[in-house]
Structures are given as structure tokens and as C-alpha cells.
């Protein structure tokens, strides 16, 4: 039984394990890496593998660093099944379309640019996504499914995202039966909407995600009243409030929270946008599996027939021209739009006509990759340059981060502490210096002997 790290090693993005086991392969998650541009066009475009030589997907959940290259896997030919819980099957059809309507429309961009270049081909395109689609096995969350001879797997509940799972694999070789958990993106207790992350009994080994595995983060409930806090103080300014947010998860956790502070006339009754199709067709995967949400979001909404994602003055805008009218609005509201990072999309455009006014907040609730327009808001730089405009940022900048859906260094590992058998574990999906430290708290705190980073292509062989 040998692990060969492909992707998520040293590194946060790019989510990718190859599991050997009977002469099989099983590849757990086929994540995008993302970043620095040159690098990652690089690494994604090579699969280190022949995608034809797999013989079963299990895909932890439905984020583009976790998901984003399956397409590319049937663009090389790969047609075996790609097993996901249910929501993430359903996340995955918008997910993954979107994706390659990105790819395809990026190396338009940069063969417009650079026409004397040699022409650039996408990394895959919407037919790809299409026929991954096809591939699909969805499953219930805590039921065995057979993998292949002698593997067989289970998803738990991880409480990142909707639909985010733990997988467990159970591996029979060479007459012993032993048992692998890979954690994918761990949540946290107390997220809205979502249960807290379930903890398998019994493992023998286990890859361990390590994002925030050197910090701790404020408690949820602080978020909540900082959102109540700055929608007043905006308000008493007379000034709109723009959230820049990613379409998956975090625009239905605001919603959520903006609901609750509503219901609970915390807030008054202002109009709210949702502008971003993508955002408008998750919120709708989210309806369609309230079985997965949390006993928070049944006793207060669900048990009395009320919808969480829709309430007072809140719309979903669909087309162009209804966000543009958003530009012509004045007095307080409240814009949430994507992309989450501010580098495209329509959030561009409301950022562009809203950060010279100092009334105005842009508020910031998720990570900013460093050279993104978010970052630069972060760093409350003094002008911002958009679509090509030096714009003064006179909007007060205000950051919200205790909504992050990553355990952090207490969640995880009071989450590793309560399984029982643990013989190895590897620390992936974090910086380097986050990985380290969190693989060194393992072994003081929880006196676990073999804890092991693994480099970027390392091959392990199982103890
Ligand atoms: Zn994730």
C-alpha cells in the first residue's frame, strides 16, 4: 500500500493523492493548483500519472482546488467513476462548468494579448466538464460503497462546505485489513447551516489537511455581531456596503447570518443584493439538500417552513442590465457579489463605482491571494488601479475573518485527538511553515511518533 502526494504538498492548493492498493489505483480528489500564475499553469496542465491507469475518483467536495482538474481527466481519456456525496455531485455541475467557461475565456484573453505568442490551448473545455459529469457516483454521507477489490469507502460529514466530506477507505491487502481517512478541507464547530465535522472511531492512517495549523481563529459567534456592527455604522453614514464574496458557501453563510440579524431586528429592513449568477444557482443547490444542514438552521428555519436564503428586501439579480441598475441605487444597501477575490466578475464593477466614497465599507470576509485586488484592499493601499482607472479608496475597509471554513490549530487537533489507532500521519494542505508547526504540535501534544510532510511527488510506502 504506497500514497504518492501529488498536489496540496507544501502548498494549499492543488488537492490530489494517489493511493496504490492490490495493483489499483485510487486518486482522491484532483484539485487545481492556483497562485502564481506561470507555476500553476504548468503543474496542472501535467498529470503525473496515466489518467487511463486509474481506476476510481472519491472527490472530497466541490471547491475548484479539490475538484478543478477532473475535466481534465476525461480530456485524457480517464471514463471510471468519480464517487461524491450528493450535494457535491449537484455543487459540481455548476462548479465545474463555470471552471471551464473560465479556462476557455482566459486563453482567449491571453491569445488576444499576445498574438504573436504561440497560440495557448485552454486547459480543458465544457465539453470535458460535460463528460466528467457523466462520471458522477453520487452517495450517502456514512454508507459503505465498493471501490474496487478489496477497497471499499465511506464519506463522513467534514463541515467545511456543503456536501464536504472525510473519506474513509477501507483497505483488505495481502490478508489484513487496515484503515486510511483522508480529511480533505476540515470545517469547524458552530459554522452556520453546516453539522460540525464528524470524527471517525478508528484509524490506522490518516492525511490531514494543515491550512490553519499554526493559528487560531476568533469564534463564530463574534462574526455575527460584526456584521451587525458594520451594516449600523454604515448605515448611520449613509453609505452602501459591497461583500465581495466567493459564490459557494460563504455568500449563503452572509445571507444566512444577514437573515438571522434580520429576523432578530438586529439590522433594519434594507434591500440586499445577491449579484452573481454563479452565487444564485448554488443558493438553489443548497435548497435542494437541507438534509445536510445543521439543527441551528432547522429549529430556526426549516421546522417552520421558512426558507433560510430568502427573507424582507433580499434579491437574487440574474441579468447584466439588473446589475447594472444596481449602480444607480443611493442610500444604504447591501451588495454581495463575487468572485471572492475581486479579480473578475461583476464585484469589479461595484468596487470601481463604490471605493472613492468614503460612506461607503467594502467588507472583506474570506482570503485574498497576494497581487489580488483583494489583497490590496486588505492592505488598505491608497488607490487601487481598476480596469485600468487609479481609483482613491476612501470606502473604509473592514475585515471580517471568523468566517473561515478551515478548522484551525485547537479544532484540528482536538478532531485528530479523539481517533483511536492512529500509526502514521501525513500533513498536507498548508504553507510549508503552517504544515511544519502542525506536524510538531502532533507529535508533542498528541505524542503521535510518525508524522510526516511530504514533499510535492513523494511516494510513501504504508507501515
Ligand atoms: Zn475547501
Excluded at 288 to 295: G, I, K
Excluded at 429 to 452: C, D, M, P, R, Y
Aim: glycine share 6%; proline share 4%.
Amino acid at each position: 500500500m504506497q500514497i504518492q502526494f501529488l498536489g496540496a504538498a507544501d502548498e494549499v492548493t492543488g488537492s490530489s493523492h494517489l493511493v496504490t492498493v492490490n495493483g489499483k489505483r485510487i486518486l482522491l480528489d484532483c484539485g487545481m493548483f492556483q497562485g502564481h500564475r506561470k507555476e500553476s499553469i504548468m503543474k496542472n496542465f501535467a498529470f503525473l500519472f496515466d489518467p487511463t491507469e486509474i481506476t476510481a475518483v472519491i472527490l472530497s467536495h466541490a471547491h475548484i482546488d479539490h475538484s478543478g482538474r477532473l475535466p481534465l481527466l476525461a480530456k485524457n481519456r480517464y471514463r471510471g467513476p468519480v464517487y461524491a456525496t450528493k450535494a457535491t455531485a449537484d455543487l459540481c455541475q455548476y462548479m465545474l462548468r463555470d471552471s471551464a467557461y473560465i479556462q476557455e475565456k482566459d486563453a482567449e484573453y491571453l491569445n488576444r494579448k499576445f498574438p504573436s505568442k504561440e497560440t495557448l490551448e485552454p486547459l480543458y473545455i465544457t465539453e470535458h466538464a460535460e463528460q466528467i459529469l457523466e462520471q458522477f457516483s453520487p452517495q450517502n454521507y456514512a454508507e459503505w460503497f465498493e471501490v474496487t477489490d478489496g477497497v471499499r469507502a465511506k464519506f463522513l460529514d467534514a463541515g467545511h462546505i456543503l456536501g464536504s466530506a472525510i473519506t474513509i477507505l477501507e483497505i483488505t491487502e495481502n490478508g489484513a485489513t487496515h484503515l486510511l481517512g483522508f480529511t480533505g478541507d476540515l470545517g469547524r464547530d458552530d459554522l452556520p447551516i453546516l453539522r460540525d465535522p464528524q470524527i471517525p472511531e478508528k484509524l490506522d492512517y490518516l492525511i490531514t489537511e494543515s491550512t490553519y495549523g499554526d493559528r487560531l481563529h476568533a469564534p463564530f459567534p463574534d462574526a455575527e455581531k460584526e456584521l451587525e456592527r458594520v451594516i449600523n455604522e454604515t448605515i448611520a453614514r449613509g453609505g452602501k456596503i459591497i461583500i465581495p464574496a466567493f459564490a459557494m458557501e460563504r455568500t449563503q453563510e452572509i445571507v444566512y447570518a444577514l437573515h438571522l440579524l434580520h429576523q432578530a431586528r438586529r439590522i433594519p429592513p434594507l434591500p440586499i443584493y445577491v449579484d452573481s449568477p454563479l452565487a444564485t444557482n448554488v443558493t438553489e443547490v443548497f435548497g435542494r439538500h437541507m438534509e445536510d444542514f445543521d439543527d441551528h438552521a432547522w429549529d430556526n428555519f426549516l421546522e417552520q417552513n421558512t426558507d433560510p436564503f430568502s427573507f424582507g428586501n433580499l434579491k437574487y439579480t440574474h441579468s447584466v442590465d439588473e446589475s447594472k441598475e444596481l449602480n444607480q441605487k443611493h442610500g444604504p444597501i447591501i451588495i454581495i457579489s463575487a468572485s471572492g477575490m475581486c479579480e473578475n466578475g461583476r464585484i469589479v464593477h461595484h468596487l470601481r463605482n463604490n471605493v472613492e466614497d468614503h460612506r461607503n465599507t467594502i467588507l472583506i470576509v474570506g482570503y485574498m491571494a497576494e497581487g489580488t485586488l483583494g489583497r490590496k484592499l486588505v492592505e488598505k493601499a491608497p488607490a487601487v488601479k481598476i480596469f485600468g482607472q487609479e481609483l482613491k479608496l476612501n470606502a473604509k475597509i473592514e475585515i471580517i475573518d471568523a468566517f473561515s471554513a478551515h478548522a484551525d490549530k485547537r479544532g484540528l487537533l482536538k478532531w485528530i485527538g479523539q481517533i483511536k489507532g492512529l500509526q502514521q500521519v501525513f500533513v498536507c494542505h498548508g504553507e510549508q511553515q503552517s504544515a511544519l508547526s502542525f506536524a510538531n504540535t502532533l507529535k508533542n501534544e498528541l505524542g503521535l511518533q510518525h508524522v510526516i510532510v511530504p514533499a510535492w511527488r513523494e511516494k510513501i510506502d504504508l507501515l
